[in-house]
């Protein structure tokens, strides 16, 4: 096995292995990718205070989420269509999320459906909801979670219309894809992948197909996704969901603080400060640099979250530094679940550990839960100092 110290090495292996099709899918934000450019490198102008000569044996990142006790304060996002990463990419992460100590969250555009993840693993896992049209497969999708013991539902709000992404129409990637003489002749070459999907059963959208009315089959499927995202939900609809599910809920996808006080008046567990990894509104800001002013308003009073942008344990720790309970990765797993299946993921959560626990080390600090703002040095107006 090649020796991996960073989560590029598992974005090197990755784009060797997957047909370029998925890459690009994953690996892409919407238009001019400014905001997916800056969820990451928007880290970069947040600096860390190097503390020494401070007791940093003991250490510890352990802390919990919604109340669940996690090994570190990460989880891993909802991502549509892994189990096209690496067959059965689903229950290979959720595995490697659950080994590992921290949450995994099924989409509910994945491959592997809910009762096959919950069938292959041995602990809870939190299930996203898109939020659609129809009232009938909202609430069985909410059964479907609690009779799969899922230990949170994640209604995500900021994808009632797809932000586009140029290199998913070139390359034909829709709901099922349609294959292009480039794309086909492309998958050719991967033949580790193509091996082990051959070998599974499950390539089409799990949660979907033969459940919800009307598609039966994967070629049913794109009219459905067209037809079912909700263009007018708003925060009443959202109320609607929470009296559809009783567990801990999370609202996906904020990046306002007004929008921040909405999800806490509807009752949510927590929110997670987030732009889809920079797939939706192309020109918002980061999620780092969105965060400061949802804590001003939201204070205690809700957990908070952030996604988009985190590649590593020091980003985990200055979004920790800034408020936040707890990071979600997307695309860092993705990488090394496209490279080397459940050990890849394994790996990805390794690394991510190991810069977090450093890095917590040499600011002084032993227990992630004691770490807060001091850490840091914020340059000013980095949360912005807009015109009203
Ligand atoms: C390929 C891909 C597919 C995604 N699919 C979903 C999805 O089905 N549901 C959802 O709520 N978010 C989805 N997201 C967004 C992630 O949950 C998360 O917000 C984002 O990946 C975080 O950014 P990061 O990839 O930079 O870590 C997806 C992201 C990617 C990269």
Known sequence: MPVITEIEDLKRIYKRRVPRMFYDYCESGSW??????????????????????IDMTGRSTATQLIG???????????????????????????????????????????????EDVAEHTSKPFWLQVYTLKDDDFMQRLFDRAKDA????????????MLGQRHKDIKNGLSAPPKLTARSILDMSWRVAWGLEMLQTKRRFFGNIVGHAAG?????????????????????????????????????KGILDPRDALEALNVGADAIVVSNHGGRQLDGALSSIRALGPIMDAVGDRIEVHLDSGVRSGQDVLKAVAMGAKGCWIGRAYIYGLGAMGEKGVSEALRVIHKELDTSMGLCGRTDINAVN????????GFSGDWEE
């Open 68 to 114: 669940q006790d996690v090994a570190m304060p990460v989880a891993l996002a909802p991502v549509g269509l892994t189990g096209m990463q690496h067959a059965d990419g689903e229950i290979l992460a959720a595995k490697a999320a659950e080994t590992f100590g921290v949450p995994y969250t099924l989409s509910t555009m994945s491959i592997c459906s809910i």
């Open 215 to 251: 598609v039966d089959d994967p070629s049913s499927l794109s009219t459905w996704t067209a037809e079912s995202f909700d263009q007018a939900l708003n925060w009443d609809r959202i109320r609607e969901f929470r009296k559809m599910w009783d567990g801990p809920l999370i609202i």
């Open 32 to 53: 001019t990718e400014q905001t997916f450019r800056e969820n990451s490198s928007d880290f970069d102008d947040l600096y860390l205070r190097q503390r020494v000569a």
């Open 149 to 160: 013991k899922c230990s949170a539902a994640v209604i995500t709000v900021d994808l009632q």
């Open 373 to 380: 703002r001091d850490i840091l040095m914020v340059p000013k």
